[in-house]
Antibody, heavy 120, light 108 residues
Framework: EVHLVESGGGLVKPGGSLRLSCTAS????????MNWVRQAPGKGLEWVSS????????KYPDSAEGRFTISRDNAKNLVYLEVNSLRAEDTAVYYC?????????????WGLGTLVTVSS | EIVLTQSPGTLSLSPGERATLSCWAS???????LAWYQQTPGRAPRLLIY???SRATGIPDRFSGAGSETDFTLTISRLEPEDFAVYYC?????????FGQGTKLEIK
């Protein structure tokens, strides 16, 4: 059974940084693209990054470019999201999600999310 | 960036009724790479439809998707109590991937 568990969220001051982790199990991790999607309280979904199965290809929306960095460790079945220069508007639940197929762009498996709160 | 606009914002229906949700794209969605998700409070989204009309694994056949290029719809043929939730469309034909703002399907 596919299992994704996020960790690393918490309360951080504006301008601060966090590293979010997602531990994957139940599938051949190194064969799938992985993604982060966030959801601000009471708001909709926002895609924030994707990384290819090998880690050689990454993508971000403009809102994350330069501040967010996605990476992965295929030996440990981990995907990370480093978030820097945090702003109040980055407050959200951050979900880790797996592509349905090796590279499909739609997400069949999601974690429960980790809450990041940016506040002084 | 492709902007997705969902309509209506809120849809009030009764169990057993048919629901039709719309998603309009500001530009043509490449290869009709349009997905639909369902989200209930406090839970992660659940993939329902991909490639505009293909049902994801385990999704009941009362859910169907249609459309192409810029106009897409999600239809739920006969609403069950567990279908009352928020629905999002997502395009993955080009980066950045984008989501619509959501349609809330509530019990009338």
């Amino acid at each position: 059974e596919v299992h994704l568990v996020e960790s690393g969220g918490g309360l951080v001051k504006p301008g601060g940084s966090l590293r979010l982790s997602c531990t994957a199990s139940g599938f051949s991790f190194s064969s799938y693209n992985m993604n982060w999607v966030r959801q601000a309280p009471g708001k909709g979904l926002e895609w924030v990054s994707s990384i290819s199965s090998s880690g050689s290809f990454v993508k971000y929306p403009d809102s994350a470019e330069g501040r967010f960095t996605i990476s992965r460790d295929n030996a440990k079945n981990l995907v990370y999201l480093e978030v820097n220069s945090l702003r109040a508007e980055d407050t959200a639940v951050y979900y880790c999600a797996r592509d349905t197929d090796s590279w499909s762009g739609h997400f069949s498996f999601w974690g429960l999310g980790t809450l990041v709160t940016v506040s002084s | 960036e492709i902007v997705l606009t969902q309509s209506p914002g809120t849809l009030s229906l009764s169990p057993g009724e048919r629901a039709t949700l719309s998603c309009w794209a500001s530009q043509r969605v490449s290869n009709n790479y349009l997905a639909w998700y369902q989200q209930t409070p406090g839970r992660a989204p659940r993939l329902l439809i991909y490639a505009a009309s293909s049902r994801a694994t385990g999704i009941p056949d009362r859910f169907s998707g249609a459309g192409s290029e810029t106009d897409f719809t999600l239809t739920i043929s006969r609403l069950e109590p567990e279908d009352f939730a928020v629905y999002y469309c997502q395009q993955y034909g080009s980066f950045p991937y984008t989501f619509g703002q959501g349609t809330k399907l509530e019990i009338k």
